[in-house]
Protein backbone atom coordinates (compact mmCIF):
# COMPACT_ATOMS: atom_id res chain seq x y z
CA UNK A 1 0.00 0.00 0.00
CA UNK A 2 1.55 3.59 -0.95
CA UNK A 3 2.53 5.46 1.98
CA UNK A 4 0.41 8.50 0.80
CA UNK A 5 -2.61 6.29 1.15
CA UNK A 6 -2.34 4.66 4.54
CA UNK A 7 -1.66 8.52 5.72
CA UNK A 8 -4.65 9.70 4.62
CA UNK A 9 -6.76 7.31 5.73
CA UNK A 10 -5.46 7.97 9.40
CA UNK A 11 -6.41 11.33 9.02
CA UNK A 12 -9.82 9.81 7.67
CA UNK A 13 -10.90 10.59 4.15
CA UNK A 14 -13.09 9.23 1.56
CA UNK A 15 -11.83 6.94 -0.95
CA UNK A 16 -12.80 5.00 -4.24
CA UNK A 17 -13.70 1.01 -3.64
CA UNK A 18 -10.49 -0.03 -4.44
CA UNK A 19 -8.53 2.09 -3.03
CA UNK A 20 -10.81 1.67 0.54
CA UNK A 21 -9.66 -2.45 -0.35
CA UNK A 22 -6.09 -1.95 -0.46
CA UNK A 23 -6.30 0.09 2.69
CA UNK A 24 -8.44 -2.31 4.36
CA UNK A 25 -7.04 -5.54 3.52
CA UNK A 26 -3.74 -4.91 5.97
CA UNK A 27 -5.72 -5.52 9.04
CA UNK A 28 -5.26 -2.39 10.52
CA UNK A 29 -7.92 -1.92 12.80
CA UNK A 30 -10.46 0.81 11.03
CA UNK A 31 -13.46 2.75 11.16
CA UNK A 32 -15.73 2.70 8.17
CA UNK A 33 -18.71 4.69 6.55
CA UNK A 34 -20.37 4.09 3.48
CA UNK A 35 -24.11 3.31 1.40
CA UNK A 36 -24.81 -0.17 2.77
CA UNK A 37 -24.37 -2.00 -0.79
CA UNK A 38 -21.01 -0.56 -0.84
CA UNK A 39 -19.94 -1.72 2.77
CA UNK A 40 -20.69 -5.57 1.69
CA UNK A 41 -18.51 -5.10 -0.84
CA UNK A 42 -15.24 -4.25 0.73
CA UNK A 43 -12.70 -7.04 2.29
CA UNK A 44 -12.95 -9.08 5.89
CA UNK A 45 -10.71 -7.44 8.41
CA UNK A 46 -10.45 -5.29 11.28
CA UNK A 47 -13.21 -2.98 10.92
CA UNK A 48 -16.38 -2.09 11.57
CA UNK A 49 -18.93 -0.26 9.19
CA UNK A 50 -22.23 1.84 9.54
CA UNK A 51 -24.34 3.02 6.69
CA UNK A 52 -24.38 6.51 5.47
CA UNK A 53 -23.98 8.13 2.46
CA UNK A 54 -23.64 11.70 3.48
CA UNK A 55 -19.67 12.97 3.95
CA UNK A 56 -17.58 15.91 5.28
CA UNK A 57 -14.51 14.43 3.08
CA UNK A 58 -11.46 15.71 2.45
CA UNK A 59 -12.87 18.46 -0.42
CA UNK A 60 -16.00 19.28 1.55
CA UNK A 61 -19.68 18.22 2.32
CA UNK A 62 -21.06 15.75 0.03
CA UNK A 63 -23.73 13.44 -0.65
CA UNK A 64 -21.55 10.25 -2.30
CA UNK A 65 -22.68 6.06 -2.47
CA UNK A 66 -19.80 5.36 -4.93
CA UNK A 67 -16.87 6.35 -2.53
CA UNK A 68 -15.86 4.44 1.08
CA UNK A 69 -14.87 7.11 4.21
CA UNK A 70 -12.27 5.31 6.03
CA UNK A 71 -10.54 6.53 9.47
CA UNK A 72 -7.70 3.92 10.61
CA UNK A 73 -7.58 3.64 14.45
CA UNK A 74 -4.55 4.98 16.10
CA UNK A 75 -1.57 3.05 15.33
CA UNK A 76 -0.84 2.61 18.80
CA UNK A 77 -3.39 0.22 19.48
CA UNK A 78 -2.79 -2.56 21.34
CA UNK A 79 -5.87 -5.01 20.70
CA UNK A 80 -9.02 -4.78 19.33
CA UNK A 81 -12.58 -6.79 20.50
CA UNK A 82 -15.45 -6.54 17.70
CA UNK A 83 -18.96 -7.09 20.09
CA UNK A 84 -22.01 -7.19 18.84
CA UNK A 85 -24.95 -5.43 21.09
CA UNK A 86 -28.53 -6.24 21.14
CA UNK A 87 -31.08 -4.45 23.03
CA UNK A 88 -30.54 -6.68 26.32
CA UNK A 89 -26.42 -6.07 25.81
CA UNK A 90 -26.83 -2.45 24.77
CA UNK A 91 -26.51 -1.36 28.88
CA UNK A 92 -23.11 -3.20 29.43
CA UNK A 93 -20.98 -0.83 26.58
CA UNK A 94 -19.15 1.22 29.07
CA UNK A 95 -18.84 -2.01 31.27
CA UNK A 96 -17.26 -4.04 28.48
CA UNK A 97 -15.01 -0.75 27.97
CA UNK A 98 -11.17 -1.29 27.70
CA UNK A 99 -9.88 0.66 31.00
CA UNK A 100 -7.19 1.26 28.68
CA UNK A 101 -8.47 2.75 25.57
CA UNK A 102 -11.96 3.93 23.93
CA UNK A 103 -15.09 2.22 22.33
CA UNK A 104 -16.04 3.22 18.89
CA UNK A 105 -19.86 2.28 18.57
CA UNK A 106 -22.63 2.36 15.88
CA UNK A 107 -26.00 1.81 16.15
CA UNK A 108 -28.46 1.22 13.31
CA UNK A 109 -31.55 4.20 13.02
CA UNK A 110 -34.32 3.85 13.93
CA UNK A 111 -34.00 0.37 15.78
CA UNK A 112 -35.26 -0.14 19.70
CA UNK A 113 -31.46 -0.63 20.44
CA UNK A 114 -31.21 3.12 19.42
CA UNK A 115 -33.78 4.31 21.28
CA UNK A 116 -32.73 2.34 24.18
CA UNK A 117 -29.82 3.90 24.40
CA UNK A 118 -30.96 7.48 23.29
CA UNK A 119 -33.23 7.16 26.89
CA UNK A 120 -31.11 5.21 29.03
CA UNK A 121 -27.21 5.46 28.01
CA UNK A 122 -26.50 8.16 30.88
CA UNK A 123 -27.43 5.80 33.53
CA UNK A 124 -25.58 2.66 31.91
CA UNK A 125 -23.20 1.20 34.86
CA UNK A 126 -19.47 2.69 33.80
CA UNK A 127 -21.21 5.84 31.55
CA UNK A 128 -18.60 8.37 31.21
CA UNK A 129 -15.68 6.68 33.03
CA UNK A 130 -14.28 5.59 29.44
CA UNK A 131 -14.58 7.14 26.16
CA UNK A 132 -17.45 5.87 23.71
CA UNK A 133 -17.59 7.51 20.32
CA UNK A 134 -19.37 6.97 17.52
CA UNK A 135 -22.74 7.50 15.57
CA UNK A 136 -26.34 6.28 14.14
CA UNK A 137 -26.33 4.77 10.96
CA UNK A 138 -28.31 5.78 8.26
CA UNK A 139 -29.47 5.95 4.43
CA UNK A 140 -29.89 8.07 1.56
CA UNK A 141 -32.85 10.66 2.70
CA UNK A 142 -34.43 9.63 -0.86
CA UNK A 143 -34.61 6.01 0.79
CA UNK A 144 -36.11 7.07 4.17
CA UNK A 145 -39.56 5.37 3.92
CA UNK A 146 -37.82 1.72 2.47
CA UNK A 147 -34.37 1.73 2.94
CA UNK A 148 -32.75 0.23 6.53
CA UNK A 149 -29.71 1.32 7.95
CA UNK A 150 -27.17 -1.21 9.38
CA UNK A 151 -23.61 -1.93 10.54
CA UNK A 152 -21.39 -4.27 9.15
CA UNK A 153 -18.58 -6.20 11.21
CA UNK A 154 -15.84 -6.68 8.70
CA UNK A 155 -14.42 -9.25 10.51
CA UNK A 156 -17.18 -11.44 9.43
CA UNK A 157 -18.48 -10.19 6.84
CA UNK A 158 -22.00 -9.98 8.79
CA UNK A 159 -24.76 -6.69 8.06
CA UNK A 160 -26.50 -6.37 11.13
CA UNK A 161 -29.89 -3.85 11.04
CA UNK A 162 -30.98 -4.36 14.50
CA UNK A 163 -27.76 -4.25 16.59
CA UNK A 164 -25.61 -2.07 17.49
CA UNK A 165 -21.95 -2.80 16.72
CA UNK A 166 -19.08 -1.78 18.86
CA UNK A 167 -14.62 -2.06 18.61
CA UNK A 168 -12.94 -1.87 21.59
CA UNK A 169 -9.60 -0.46 21.40
CA UNK A 170 -6.84 -1.01 23.99
CA UNK A 171 -4.22 1.58 24.03
CA UNK A 172 -0.85 1.83 26.14
CA UNK A 173 -0.58 3.48 29.20
CA UNK A 174 0.61 6.71 27.40
CA UNK A 175 -2.24 7.07 24.91
CA UNK A 176 -5.25 8.73 26.29
CA UNK A 177 -8.52 8.86 24.27
CA UNK A 178 -10.39 12.34 24.59
CA UNK A 179 -13.94 13.04 22.87
CA UNK A 180 -15.02 16.44 22.71
CA UNK A 181 -17.86 18.36 20.90
CA UNK A 182 -17.77 21.25 18.86
CA UNK A 183 -21.87 22.37 19.00
CA UNK A 184 -22.53 26.44 17.33
CA UNK A 185 -26.04 26.41 19.03
CA UNK A 186 -26.46 28.49 22.47
CA UNK A 187 -29.18 28.63 25.01
CA UNK A 188 -31.51 31.27 23.11
CA UNK A 189 -33.59 33.77 25.76
CA UNK A 190 -37.08 32.29 24.95
CA UNK A 191 -38.86 30.14 27.94
CA UNK A 192 -37.69 27.62 30.39
CA UNK A 193 -39.11 24.02 29.14
CA UNK A 194 -39.10 21.10 31.99
CA UNK A 195 -40.37 17.86 30.73
CA UNK A 196 -42.05 15.33 33.00
CA UNK A 197 -40.26 11.92 31.56
CA UNK A 198 -37.54 11.05 29.68
CA UNK A 199 -38.52 10.38 25.83
CA UNK A 200 -38.18 11.13 22.18
CA UNK A 201 -42.10 11.69 21.85
CA UNK A 202 -43.38 14.94 24.12
CA UNK A 203 -47.03 16.07 24.77
CA UNK A 204 -47.16 17.99 28.12
CA UNK A 205 -44.34 20.11 29.76
CA UNK A 206 -43.82 23.18 31.75
CA UNK A 207 -43.03 26.39 30.02
CA UNK A 208 -41.43 28.59 32.69
CA UNK A 209 -43.42 26.92 35.06
CA UNK A 210 -46.41 27.12 33.78
CA UNK A 211 -48.17 23.89 32.33
CA UNK A 212 -48.56 23.49 28.30
CA UNK A 213 -47.54 21.67 25.22
CA UNK A 214 -44.17 22.06 23.30
CA UNK A 215 -46.54 21.31 19.96
CA UNK A 216 -49.17 24.39 21.02
CA UNK A 217 -45.92 26.72 21.86
CA UNK A 218 -44.04 25.75 18.42
CA UNK A 219 -46.89 26.73 16.43
CA UNK A 220 -48.17 29.46 18.45
CA UNK A 221 -44.75 31.29 18.26
CA UNK A 222 -43.79 30.22 14.90
CA UNK A 223 -40.77 28.23 16.14
CA UNK A 224 -37.92 27.72 13.30
CA UNK A 225 -37.74 23.58 13.94
CA UNK A 226 -34.40 23.66 12.79
CA UNK A 227 -33.42 25.37 15.84
CA UNK A 228 -32.80 22.92 18.33
CA UNK A 229 -34.07 23.00 22.34
CA UNK A 230 -30.76 23.06 23.93
CA UNK A 231 -30.05 22.04 27.55
CA UNK A 232 -27.07 23.59 29.51
CA UNK A 233 -25.00 20.46 30.78
CA UNK A 234 -22.66 21.86 33.17
CA UNK A 235 -21.29 24.40 30.51
CA UNK A 236 -21.65 21.77 27.76
CA UNK A 237 -24.96 22.57 25.40
CA UNK A 238 -26.58 19.49 24.60
CA UNK A 239 -29.02 19.77 21.78
CA UNK A 240 -32.12 17.84 20.87
CA UNK A 241 -33.58 18.61 17.81
CA UNK A 242 -37.07 18.46 16.28
CA UNK A 243 -37.98 15.68 13.60
CA UNK A 244 -41.85 16.92 13.93
CA UNK A 245 -44.58 18.80 14.82
CA UNK A 246 -48.10 16.61 14.79
CA UNK A 247 -50.66 19.60 14.87
CA UNK A 248 -53.70 17.30 15.48
CA UNK A 249 -52.27 15.29 17.99
CA UNK A 250 -50.43 18.54 19.43
CA UNK A 251 -47.15 16.10 19.42
CA UNK A 252 -43.91 16.35 19.09
CA UNK A 253 -40.99 14.36 17.96
CA UNK A 254 -37.77 14.76 18.65
CA UNK A 255 -34.26 12.99 17.23
CA UNK A 256 -32.99 12.74 20.82
CA UNK A 257 -34.80 12.25 24.33
CA UNK A 258 -35.44 15.29 26.44
CA UNK A 259 -34.96 14.26 30.21
CA UNK A 260 -36.60 15.52 33.51
CA UNK A 261 -35.03 17.78 35.74
CA UNK A 262 -33.30 19.60 33.00
CA UNK A 263 -34.07 23.05 31.65
CA UNK A 264 -34.60 23.64 27.86
CA UNK A 265 -34.45 26.39 25.78
CA UNK A 266 -34.67 27.18 22.05
CA UNK A 267 -31.36 28.16 20.30
CA UNK A 268 -31.02 30.79 18.88
CA UNK A 269 -30.23 31.15 15.12
CA UNK A 270 -26.61 30.77 14.41
CA UNK A 271 -26.27 32.79 10.77
CA UNK A 272 -23.00 30.84 8.72
CA UNK A 273 -22.33 27.50 10.10
CA UNK A 274 -19.09 27.39 8.66
CA UNK A 275 -17.85 30.33 9.93
CA UNK A 276 -19.45 29.81 13.74
CA UNK A 277 -17.83 26.86 13.29
CA UNK A 278 -14.56 27.97 13.06
CA UNK A 279 -14.69 30.18 15.87
CA UNK A 280 -16.28 27.24 17.98
CA UNK A 281 -13.42 24.58 16.93
CA UNK A 282 -10.59 24.10 19.78
CA UNK A 283 -7.07 23.45 18.50
CA UNK A 284 -6.65 19.97 17.57
CA UNK A 285 -2.49 19.54 18.39
CA UNK A 286 -2.55 16.57 16.45
CA UNK A 287 -5.60 16.01 14.33
CA UNK A 288 -9.01 14.19 14.68
CA UNK A 289 -8.50 10.66 15.26
CA UNK A 290 -12.20 10.39 14.71
CA UNK A 291 -15.33 12.23 13.72
CA UNK A 292 -18.63 12.51 12.87
CA UNK A 293 -21.12 15.67 12.43
CA UNK A 294 -25.14 15.63 12.14
CA UNK A 295 -26.84 14.77 8.83
CA UNK A 296 -29.36 18.27 10.05
CA UNK A 297 -25.99 20.55 10.18
CA UNK A 298 -25.20 19.04 6.42
CA UNK A 299 -28.98 19.93 5.65
CA UNK A 300 -29.62 23.34 7.72
CA UNK A 301 -26.51 24.93 6.76
CA UNK A 302 -25.98 23.53 3.25
CA UNK A 303 -22.90 21.90 3.85
CA UNK A 304 -22.29 20.38 0.41
CA UNK A 305 -19.85 21.83 -1.20
CA UNK A 306 -18.72 23.68 1.83
CA UNK A 307 -15.66 22.37 4.37
CA UNK A 308 -15.35 22.42 8.22
CA UNK A 309 -11.51 22.98 8.65
CA UNK A 310 -9.59 19.83 8.60
CA UNK A 311 -12.35 17.95 10.29
CA UNK A 312 -14.08 15.31 8.20
CA UNK A 313 -16.34 12.46 8.53
CA UNK A 314 -19.72 11.07 8.30
CA UNK A 315 -22.64 13.24 8.85
CA UNK A 316 -25.09 10.78 10.64
CA UNK A 317 -28.06 10.11 11.87
CA UNK A 318 -26.82 10.85 15.59
CA UNK A 319 -23.88 11.12 17.10
CA UNK A 320 -22.34 9.61 19.98
CA UNK A 321 -20.37 11.57 22.21
CA UNK A 322 -20.55 9.29 25.67
CA UNK A 323 -24.71 9.69 24.83
CA UNK A 324 -26.85 10.10 21.73
CA UNK A 325 -25.92 13.66 20.70
CA UNK A 326 -27.57 15.90 18.17
CA UNK A 327 -27.00 18.71 15.71
CA UNK A 328 -23.12 17.97 17.05
CA UNK A 329 -19.60 17.52 15.93
CA UNK A 330 -17.89 14.92 17.94
CA UNK A 331 -14.66 14.27 17.77
CA UNK A 332 -11.67 11.97 19.46
CA UNK A 333 -8.18 13.04 20.13
CA UNK A 334 -4.83 11.14 21.24
CA UNK A 335 -2.67 12.83 24.43
CA UNK A 336 0.62 11.25 23.77
CA UNK A 337 2.10 11.81 27.23
CA UNK B 1 -48.09 -27.15 27.37
CA UNK B 2 -49.13 -23.89 26.73
CA UNK B 3 -48.71 -22.45 30.19
CA UNK B 4 -44.92 -23.40 29.26
CA UNK B 5 -44.82 -21.50 26.19
CA UNK B 6 -46.70 -18.48 27.40
CA UNK B 7 -44.35 -17.81 30.53
CA UNK B 8 -41.28 -18.98 28.39
CA UNK B 9 -42.28 -15.70 25.72
CA UNK B 10 -43.18 -13.95 28.99
CA UNK B 11 -39.43 -14.45 30.31
CA UNK B 12 -37.93 -13.86 27.02
CA UNK B 13 -36.41 -17.37 27.28
CA UNK B 14 -34.20 -18.01 24.10
CA UNK B 15 -33.51 -20.99 22.22
CA UNK B 16 -30.91 -22.54 24.78
CA UNK B 17 -33.29 -22.62 27.26
CA UNK B 18 -36.71 -24.31 27.94
CA UNK B 19 -39.15 -24.19 30.84
CA UNK B 20 -38.61 -28.03 32.88
CA UNK B 21 -41.29 -27.29 35.21
CA UNK B 22 -43.32 -24.50 36.53
CA UNK B 23 -45.83 -24.26 39.83
CA UNK B 24 -47.58 -21.82 40.66
CA UNK B 25 -49.20 -21.24 44.22
CA UNK B 26 -52.35 -18.72 44.16
CA UNK B 27 -52.46 -18.74 47.88
CA UNK B 28 -49.07 -17.34 48.14
CA UNK B 29 -48.87 -15.38 44.66
CA UNK B 30 -45.40 -17.29 43.72
CA UNK B 31 -44.53 -18.46 41.05
CA UNK B 32 -41.73 -21.27 40.41
CA UNK B 33 -40.09 -22.22 36.90
CA UNK B 34 -37.35 -24.75 36.69
CA UNK B 35 -35.16 -23.80 33.43
CA UNK B 36 -33.35 -26.33 31.78
CA UNK B 37 -30.68 -25.91 28.85
CA UNK B 38 -32.88 -26.82 25.54
CA UNK B 39 -33.00 -30.61 24.89
CA UNK B 40 -29.45 -31.71 23.84
CA UNK B 41 -28.57 -32.18 20.60
CA UNK B 42 -26.98 -35.15 19.49
CA UNK B 43 -24.30 -35.42 17.42
CA UNK B 44 -21.73 -37.94 15.87
CA UNK B 45 -22.19 -41.24 17.39
CA UNK B 46 -25.18 -40.18 19.82
CA UNK B 47 -22.75 -38.17 21.85
CA UNK B 48 -24.63 -34.82 24.15
CA UNK B 49 -23.63 -32.12 22.05
CA UNK B 50 -22.04 -29.47 24.90
CA UNK B 51 -23.22 -25.88 25.01
CA UNK B 52 -20.91 -23.73 23.47
CA UNK B 53 -20.08 -20.65 25.37
CA UNK B 54 -19.71 -17.51 22.76
CA UNK B 55 -17.93 -15.72 25.55
CA UNK B 56 -15.54 -17.22 26.43
CA UNK B 57 -14.75 -19.96 23.76
CA UNK B 58 -15.72 -23.38 26.26
CA UNK B 59 -17.68 -26.32 25.34
CA UNK B 60 -19.42 -27.60 28.50
CA UNK B 61 -21.00 -30.82 28.54
CA UNK B 62 -24.46 -30.60 30.30
CA UNK B 63 -23.68 -33.06 32.71
CA UNK B 64 -21.17 -30.74 34.49
CA UNK B 65 -24.40 -28.27 35.12
CA UNK B 66 -23.94 -29.41 38.94
CA UNK B 67 -24.87 -26.19 41.10
CA UNK B 68 -28.50 -25.94 41.31
CA UNK B 69 -29.25 -22.24 42.22
CA UNK B 70 -32.79 -20.50 42.74
CA UNK B 71 -33.03 -16.26 42.10
CA UNK B 72 -35.99 -13.97 42.73
CA UNK B 73 -36.86 -12.58 39.05
CA UNK B 74 -39.49 -9.27 38.58
CA UNK B 75 -42.66 -10.07 39.28
CA UNK B 76 -45.33 -11.35 37.01
CA UNK B 77 -48.29 -9.49 37.79
CA UNK B 78 -48.50 -10.11 41.52
CA UNK B 79 -47.19 -12.77 41.69
CA UNK B 80 -43.56 -13.26 43.12
CA UNK B 81 -41.01 -15.24 40.14
CA UNK B 82 -38.47 -17.78 41.47
CA UNK B 83 -36.48 -18.79 38.76
CA UNK B 84 -34.29 -22.31 39.03
CA UNK B 85 -31.58 -23.29 37.20
CA UNK B 86 -28.51 -25.71 36.97
CA UNK B 87 -25.12 -23.75 36.40
CA UNK B 88 -21.49 -25.25 35.85
CA UNK B 89 -19.48 -24.66 39.10
CA UNK B 90 -16.44 -23.10 37.55
CA UNK B 91 -18.62 -20.36 35.94
CA UNK B 92 -15.46 -18.54 34.30
CA UNK B 93 -17.05 -16.16 31.26
CA UNK B 94 -16.93 -12.81 31.93
CA UNK B 95 -18.72 -11.97 28.56
CA UNK B 96 -21.78 -10.69 28.59
CA UNK B 97 -22.68 -10.96 24.69
CA UNK B 98 -22.56 -15.08 23.43
CA UNK B 99 -22.43 -16.38 26.81
CA UNK B 100 -25.76 -18.86 27.21
CA UNK B 101 -25.41 -17.99 30.96
CA UNK B 102 -25.39 -14.35 31.15
CA UNK B 103 -29.38 -14.09 30.14
CA UNK B 104 -31.61 -11.47 32.33
CA UNK B 105 -33.48 -14.49 33.22
CA UNK B 106 -30.75 -16.61 35.19
CA UNK B 107 -28.37 -15.06 37.78
CA UNK B 108 -24.88 -16.24 39.31
CA UNK B 109 -24.02 -19.16 42.27
CA UNK B 110 -24.89 -16.91 45.59
CA UNK B 111 -26.77 -13.77 43.66
CA UNK B 112 -30.58 -13.38 45.83
CA UNK B 113 -31.81 -12.64 42.57
CA UNK B 114 -31.73 -12.82 38.60
CA UNK B 115 -28.96 -10.14 36.65
CA UNK B 116 -32.36 -8.92 34.71
CA UNK B 117 -33.76 -7.91 38.14
CA UNK B 118 -29.92 -6.83 39.82
CA UNK B 119 -29.61 -4.35 36.63
CA UNK B 120 -33.10 -3.15 37.58
CA UNK B 121 -32.12 -2.54 41.06
CA UNK B 122 -29.01 -0.86 40.28
CA UNK B 123 -30.39 1.20 37.88
CA UNK B 124 -32.63 2.25 40.30
CA UNK B 125 -30.40 3.03 42.97
CA UNK B 126 -27.91 5.07 40.25
CA UNK B 127 -31.37 7.03 39.96
CA UNK B 128 -31.41 8.04 43.20
CA UNK B 129 -34.06 6.07 44.83
CA UNK B 130 -33.48 4.67 48.12
CA UNK B 131 -33.35 0.95 48.85
CA UNK B 132 -37.02 1.43 51.30
CA UNK B 133 -38.38 2.87 48.15
CA UNK B 134 -37.16 0.18 45.42
CA UNK B 135 -38.61 -2.49 47.88
CA UNK B 136 -42.01 -0.74 47.05
CA UNK B 137 -41.74 -0.29 43.62
CA UNK B 138 -40.43 -4.21 43.21
CA UNK B 139 -42.06 -5.72 45.95
CA UNK B 140 -38.88 -7.04 47.56
CA UNK B 141 -37.37 -7.17 50.90
CA UNK B 142 -34.95 -4.53 52.32
CA UNK B 143 -32.42 -7.65 53.02
CA UNK B 144 -32.43 -8.62 49.21
CA UNK B 145 -31.89 -4.82 48.08
CA UNK B 146 -29.25 -4.15 50.45
CA UNK B 147 -27.17 -7.14 49.76
CA UNK B 148 -27.37 -5.95 45.95
CA UNK B 149 -26.36 -2.31 47.08
CA UNK B 150 -23.37 -3.56 49.39
CA UNK B 151 -22.34 -6.12 47.17
CA UNK B 152 -22.29 -3.23 44.68
CA UNK B 153 -20.49 -0.85 46.38
CA UNK B 154 -17.93 -2.97 47.46
CA UNK B 155 -16.95 -4.02 44.19
CA UNK B 156 -15.99 -0.18 43.64
CA UNK B 157 -12.97 0.08 45.97
CA UNK B 158 -11.32 -2.71 45.36
CA UNK B 159 -10.57 -1.37 41.89
CA UNK B 160 -9.72 2.19 43.82
CA UNK B 161 -6.72 0.62 45.61
CA UNK B 162 -5.19 -0.37 42.22
CA UNK B 163 -5.01 3.57 41.16
CA UNK B 164 -2.60 6.18 42.38
CA UNK B 165 -4.39 8.52 44.26
CA UNK B 166 -1.53 10.73 46.47
CA UNK B 167 -2.87 13.54 44.65
CA UNK B 168 -6.43 13.15 44.92
CA UNK B 169 -7.93 14.69 48.17
CA UNK B 170 -9.73 11.61 49.85
CA UNK B 171 -13.55 11.95 50.34
CA UNK B 172 -14.07 14.02 53.16
CA UNK B 173 -12.60 17.10 51.35
CA UNK B 174 -15.49 19.51 50.97
CA UNK B 175 -15.17 20.17 47.21
CA UNK B 176 -16.70 17.06 46.41
CA UNK B 177 -19.68 17.47 48.09
CA UNK B 178 -19.98 21.01 46.77
CA UNK B 179 -19.12 19.99 43.19
CA UNK B 180 -21.62 17.52 43.71
CA UNK B 181 -24.64 19.38 44.64
CA UNK B 182 -24.03 22.47 42.58
CA UNK B 183 -22.93 24.62 45.62
CA UNK B 184 -19.57 25.65 43.71
CA UNK B 185 -18.76 25.06 39.85
CA UNK B 186 -15.64 24.05 38.89
CA UNK B 187 -14.29 24.62 35.30
CA UNK B 188 -13.57 22.09 33.20
CA UNK B 189 -13.88 21.73 29.46
CA UNK B 190 -13.30 17.98 30.10
CA UNK B 191 -16.90 16.57 27.95
CA UNK B 192 -17.12 13.93 30.20
CA UNK B 193 -17.11 14.91 33.28
CA UNK B 194 -19.52 17.90 32.24
CA UNK B 195 -22.21 15.23 31.39
CA UNK B 196 -20.86 12.77 34.61
CA UNK B 197 -21.76 16.31 36.74
CA UNK B 198 -24.71 17.12 35.23
CA UNK B 199 -26.78 13.44 35.81
CA UNK B 200 -24.84 13.59 39.11
CA UNK B 201 -25.82 16.69 40.45
CA UNK B 202 -29.93 15.76 40.03
CA UNK B 203 -29.73 12.63 41.82
CA UNK B 204 -27.39 13.79 44.49
CA UNK B 205 -29.78 16.56 45.35
CA UNK B 206 -32.73 13.93 45.28
CA UNK B 207 -31.08 10.89 47.00
CA UNK B 208 -33.22 10.96 50.41
CA UNK B 209 -30.25 9.47 52.59
CA UNK B 210 -26.51 10.36 53.02
CA UNK B 211 -25.53 6.59 51.94
CA UNK B 212 -26.35 7.05 48.68
CA UNK B 213 -25.05 10.51 48.07
CA UNK B 214 -21.97 9.32 49.71
CA UNK B 215 -22.28 7.04 46.77
CA UNK B 216 -22.45 9.16 44.57
CA UNK B 217 -18.99 11.25 45.77
CA UNK B 218 -17.13 7.99 45.77
CA UNK B 219 -18.59 7.99 42.20
CA UNK B 220 -17.44 11.41 41.38
CA UNK B 221 -13.56 10.83 42.89
CA UNK B 222 -13.34 7.55 40.93
CA UNK B 223 -13.89 9.14 37.61
CA UNK B 224 -11.07 11.91 38.93
CA UNK B 225 -8.48 8.48 39.66
CA UNK B 226 -9.59 7.39 36.71
CA UNK B 227 -8.75 10.46 34.39
CA UNK B 228 -6.50 11.99 36.34
CA UNK B 229 -3.78 12.69 33.70
CA UNK B 230 -6.73 15.04 31.87
CA UNK B 231 -7.81 17.02 35.17
CA UNK B 232 -4.49 18.79 36.13
CA UNK B 233 -6.36 21.84 36.56
CA UNK B 234 -9.62 20.67 37.78
CA UNK B 235 -7.48 18.63 40.43
CA UNK B 236 -5.87 22.23 41.62
CA UNK B 237 -9.21 23.95 41.81
CA UNK B 238 -10.45 21.29 44.00
CA UNK B 239 -7.09 20.83 45.99
CA UNK B 240 -7.11 25.02 46.04
CA UNK B 241 -11.28 24.95 47.18
CA UNK B 242 -11.92 25.90 50.90
Given at each position: ?ST ?5 A????L?T ?13 A?V?A ?6 K ?22 C??R ?18 G ?22 H ?5 H?Y ?10 Y????I???T?C??D ?5 K???L????G????E?A ?6 L???CIA ?5 NI?E ?15 V ?14 Y ?10 P????C??V ?14 T??L ?18 Y??G?Q ?5 L????Q???N ?6 Y ?8 E???GP ?19 I??? | ?R ?21 VN????R???I ?8 S ?8 D ?8 P??LL ?16 Y ?26 I????T ?8 G ?12 RV ?6 TV ?6 N????P ?5 L ?8 GH??W???A??D ?13 L ?10 D ?5 Q ?7 Q?F ?9 EI????N??
Amino acid sequence: MSTSLFDQASRGRLFTLDEACEILSPGRPAAVAADKALLQKLPKGCWIGGSIPYFMAQDGGQVCQDRVFVQLMPEEVLSVRIQSYGLDEIHRIAVDGPEQGFSVLLIPHNTEVHHAYARNAPNYEQMYMKPIIGWITGCHLDELATGKSGVLNGETGQLVEEAALAMHIDLPANCIAEIGIVNIFEQGSGPVFHFPQAGMHVDDCRIDGVEGRLADYVIDNNIDIQLPLVADCYGVMVNVSIAAVDQEKRTVDLYAPVFPDTEYRFADPVGDYVSGFQKALPELPGGSQFSCNCILNYLYSELEGKKTEEITGPMTFGEIGYQLLNQTLVYMTIHRL
Amino acid sequence: MRDKELISSVLGLDDKWQIQDLSVNAKQQRLDVILVPSAPRMSFFFQEKPIDCGGCGRSIPSRLLTHAAQWRHHNLGTFHTYIQAALPQDMQCERSVGCPFDKPYLGTIGQPVTHGLRRTIIGLLNEGLSSSKICRVLDLDLQTVWSIEQGNAAAEPEKEESLEDADLPDLGHPGWRAMASGDWHLKTKLLSLSLLLSRLRSQFNHADNDDLRQRKLHELRQFFLKNKALLSTEIEQLNNYK
